[in-house]
């Protein structure tokens, strides 16, 4: 739908008809362009002001400007430092396990296996529930007279609650995680999968290649950009980690599950120190810009 | 003799063959087992008695059945308060988005006017931002606007978001120009163009965005945790953790079976209608 009509310099058109369109595009667009503004966009910036100023929740007006002291206090905060290092140890338990996992499950999954559709549908089926329902039944799963440390415990010999344990909450959470987070991707991948054009297998076999050949040489491939796709919005949803431990742990025992949001919402909620959660809400979106920026040129991204 | 030598070397990949599917399924079906195994301890447990409950040993089958902790939490929480304003708040979401999503998605892919190639831009670019950065600075803009403890509060924030207006420009690319050029011959208006054409074209997209939508509200958590702050105005999700804390002591058999019953309609949703879920995952794969 390009200019039809010559606008003149600005690319302005003023007969009749295009003005009348105008009106309309506007129209069309207002409603979700205001919303966007109020709720979307406006906060950013808001956020990021908020971010400058000793915050007072009660009487915005005589919030105190400090520029950027908050960030300076947050570099200086263990409680900040601790939280990242428990999002990131979070990360890498769940991103390539999710990764991994959901691309070896598409794969299987798109085989000419019997029963293709239940597996499809068990596979998917944890994608409707609420992380509440996931936080309150694997809390039951990994309590003491829950299933799991049942029968861990009869190989290990201890049989306590994971989530009471220092090294254990965490990976418990993570186990969670997986088993919730494994069918959004996993459908996206069997898409994936199923949209490599058979042709390709069809030429690599009458070559005479190995299946490993054709995974290493036709399907990742082929599969590169939403594997991208995956792979980045899995980091971001891992680095943004709140209701599972908040729910499981409440970021304990201790705080070995406090991870970076939860220490946003504890900080914003529970101490009030609302400009100190804006900056701790920044300095998580250029974490994530990194982490993203580098996935994608690592991976090789080029679209 | 060639034929021969042939066979003999074609049979050992029909053996490795067969060895890898038998592998291919009992790694998938083994996977299938650990993952209904959670589904099969949920609806178990909320059917168990209470000592089978607290048994040190798990009991994987209810040897007994009671509806003792469906009948606690029916009775004797708000659960049925927060199923309907679960429901409501799901529903009042999905039809604002589906709006003005539609409508957007109709200017920007029919209509021409300044800045729409910037708004877009703008639009496709907010994907970058992650929800949660905007949780202390939305909050305060819904406290300013007295949206705390109103459904709007917790509507407009999810209505905010890129996604479902992308998905949708997606799709009405590909509707023919030529359909609406002979709408407007006929007199057609622009409103009556979309209402009476782009729309019932888009049944579909839309349906499936609709229950992608209706699906996420419900289960979101964060929003209404912040913005709805009375035990009466809670969501399921809400509900759920709160009864966890506020029940004294947790009984395992009250909060398994409040579980089931958040889930129940979204499992059951999920098996009549898998597909156009499928479908809207496949879009967001698909359009980034």
């Not at chain 1, 993570?174 to 490599?196: E, G, H, M, P």
């Not at chain 2, 993952?35 to 209470?50: G, L, Q």
């Not at chain 2, 009991?59 to 059945?65: G, T, V």
């Given at each position: 739908?390009?200019?039809?009509?010559?606008?003149?310099?600005?690319?302005?058109?003023?007969?009749?008809?295009?003005?009348?369109?105008?009106?309309?595009?506007?129209?069309?667009?207002?409603?979700?362009?205001?919303?966007?503004?109020?709720?979307?966009?406006?906060?950013?910036?808001?956020?990021?002001?908020?971010?400058?100023?000793?915050?007072?929740?009660?009487?915005?007006g005589q919030s105190e400007f400090i520029g950027l002291e908050n960030y300076r206090t947050l570099l200086s905060d263990p409680r900040f430092w601790e939280?990242?290092?428990?999002?990131?140890?979070?990360?890498?338990?769940?991103?390539?396990?999710?990764?991994?996992?959901?691309?070896?499950?598409?794969?299987?999954?798109?085989?000419?296996?019997?029963?293709?559709?239940?597996?499809?549908?068990?596979?998917?089926?944890?994608?409707?529930?609420?992380?509440?329902?996931?936080?309150?039944?694997?809390?039951?799963?990994?309590?003491?007279?829950?299933?799991?440390?049942?029968?861990?415990?009869?190989?290990?010999?201890?049989?306590?609650?994971?989530?009471?344990?220092?090294?254990?909450?965490?990976?418990?959470?993570?186990?969670a995680t997986v088993w919730w987070t494994i069918a959004f991707n996993f459908v996206i991948l069997l898409a994936a999968r199923q949209n490599v054009p058979?042709?390709?297998?069809?030429?690599?076999?009458?070559?005479?290649?190995?299946?490993?050949?054709?995974?290493?040489?036709?399907?990742?491939?082929?599969?590169?950009?939403?594997?991208?796709?995956?792979?980045?919005?899995?980091?971001?949803?891992?680095?943004?980690?709140?209701?599972?431990?908040?729910?499981?742990?409440?970021?304990?025992?201790?705080?070995?599950?406090?991870?970076?949001?939860?220490?946003?919402?504890?900080?914003?909620?529970?101490?009030?120190?609302?400009?100190?959660?804006?900056?701790?809400?920044?300095?998580?979106?250029?974490?994530?810009?990194?982490?993203?920026?580098?996935?994608?040129?690592?991976?090789?991204?080029?679209? | 003799?060639?034929?021969?030598?042939?066979?003999?070397?074609?049979?050992?990949?029909?053996?490795?063959?067969?060895?890898?599917?038998?592998?291919?399924?009992?790694?998938?079906?083994?996977?299938?087992?650990?993952?209904?195994?959670?589904?099969?301890?949920?609806?178990?447990?909320?059917?168990?008695?209470?000592?089978?409950?607290?048994?040190?040993?798990?009991?994987?089958?209810?040897?007994?059945?009671?509806?003792?902790?469906?009948?606690?939490?029916?009775?004797?929480?708000?659960?049925?308060?927060?199923?309907?304003?679960?429901?409501?708040?799901?529903?009042?979401?999905?039809?604002?988005?589906?709006?003005?999503?539609?409508?957007?998605?109709?200017?920007?892919?029919?209509?021409?006017?300044?800045?729409?190639?910037?708004?877009?831009?703008?639009?496709?670019?907010?994907?970058?931002?992650?929800?949660?950065?905007?949780?202390?600075?939305?909050?305060?803009?819904?406290?300013?606007?007295?949206?705390?403890?109103?459904?709007?509060?917790?509507?407009?924030?999810?209505?905010?978001?890129?996604?479902?207006?992308?998905?949708?420009?997606?799709?009405?690319?590909?509707?023919?120009?030529?359909?609406?050029?002979?709408?407007?011959?006929?007199?057609?208006?622009?409103?009556?163009?979309?209402?009476?054409?782009?729309?019932?074209?888009?049944?579909?997209?839309?349906?499936?965005?609709?229950?992608?939508?209706?699906?996420?509200?419900?289960?979101?958590?964060?929003?209404?945790?912040?913005?709805?702050?009375?035990?009466?105005?809670?969501?399921?999700?809400?509900?759920?953790?709160?009864?966890?804390?506020?029940?004294?002591?947790?009984?395992?058999?009250?909060?398994?079976?409040?579980?089931?019953?958040?889930?129940?309609?979204?499992?059951?949703?999920?098996?009549?209608?898998?597909?156009?879920?499928?479908?809207?995952?496949?879009?967001?794969?698909?359009?980034?």
């Amino acid at each position: 739908m390009d200019r039809e009509s010559d606008g003149g310099f600005l690319g302005i058109d003023l007969s009749v008809r295009s003005t009348r369109e105008w009106i309309a595009g506007v129209a069309f667009a207002a409603p979700y362009v205001l919303i966007a503004a109020g709720f979307l966009f406006g906060p950013l910036l808001l956020g990021l002001y908020m971010s400058f100023f000793d915050w007072n929740p009660i009487v915005p007006g005589q919030s105190e400007f400090i520029g950027l002291e908050n960030y300076r206090t947050l570099l200086s905060d263990p409680r900040f430092w601790e939280a990242l290092k428990n999002t990131v140890y979070f990360v890498v338990l769940t991103v390539p396990a999710i990764v991994v996992g959901s691309l070896l499950l598409a794969l299987g999954v798109n085989r000419d296996v019997k029963g293709q559709w239940l597996l499809r549908t068990i596979f998917f089926s944890p994608y409707v529930l609420t992380v509440a329902v996931i936080g309150l039944l694997w809390n039951d799963l990994f309590s003491s007279s829950g299933l799991i440390p049942y029968y861990v415990g009869m190989i290990t010999g201890n049989s306590g609650s994971w989530l009471n344990s220092h090294t254990l909450a965490m990976p418990a959470i993570a186990i969670a995680t997986v088993w919730w987070t494994i069918a959004f991707n996993f459908v996206i991948l069997l898409a994936a999968r199923q949209n490599v054009p058979e042709r390709l297998y069809e030429a690599a076999k009458l070559d005479g290649a190995s299946s490993w050949r054709m995974m290493r040489d036709v399907t990742i491939p082929q599969m590169k950009n939403p594997m991208i796709f995956v792979v980045i919005t899995t980091f971001v949803s891992s680095f943004q980690v709140f209701g599972q431990p908040y729910i499981m742990t409440n970021g304990g025992p201790g705080s070995s599950t406090t991870t970076i949001v939860m220490y946003l919402y504890t900080s914003a909620f529970a101490s009030r120190e609302f400009g100190y959660a804006a900056a701790i809400g920044y300095v998580l979106f250029m974490i994530l810009v990194a982490v993203s920026a580098f996935n994608f040129y690592y991976l090789g991204g080029d679209d | 003799m060639s034929t021969d030598t042939k066979r003999l070397t074609d049979s050992l990949p029909v053996d490795e063959e067969r060895l890898r599917t038998a592998g291919v399924y009992a790694a998938l079906y083994g996977a299938a087992f650990l993952f209904v195994i959670p589904y099969w301890w949920m609806f178990a447990t909320s059917f168990k008695p209470r000592e089978q409950v607290y048994s040190a040993v798990p009991h994987l089958i209810p040897s007994d059945i009671t509806f003792e902790w469906y009948r606690q939490l029916l009775f004797e929480t708000q659960i049925v308060q927060w199923t309907l304003n679960t429901v409501l708040l799901a529903t009042i979401t999905t039809v604002v988005v589906l709006l003005v999503d539609s409508m957007i998605a109709y200017s920007l892919t029919r209509l021409e006017w300044p800045g729409r190639r910037i708004v877009f831009g703008i639009i496709v670019g907010s994907f970058m931002v992650p929800g949660i950065i905007n949780l202390v600075p939305v909050f305060m803009i819904a406290s300013e606007l007295g949206l705390v403890n109103s459904p709007w509060g917790v509507v407009l924030p999810m209505a905010a978001g890129p996604l479902g207006v992308f998905m949708l420009v997606q799709f009405f690319k590909d509707i023919p120009d030529e359909l609406e050029e002979a709408a407007r011959l006929d007199g057609f208006s622009r409103l009556r163009i979309f209402t009476h054409i782009i729309l019932p074209l888009m049944r579909s997209a839309l349906a499936a965005l609709g229950l992608f939508i209706f699906i996420w509200t419900w289960n979101s958590f964060l929003w209404p945790l912040i913005i709805l702050q009375r035990s009466s105005l809670y969501t399921l999700p809400i509900g759920l953790v709160t009864l966890q804390d506020s029940m004294g002591v947790t009984e395992p058999g009250i909060v398994m079976t409040s579980a089931v019953i958040a889930s129940m309609p979204l499992l059951v949703a999920f098996l009549l209608l898998q597909n156009h879920l499928v479908k809207a995952v496949e879009m967001q794969g698909t359009t980034k």
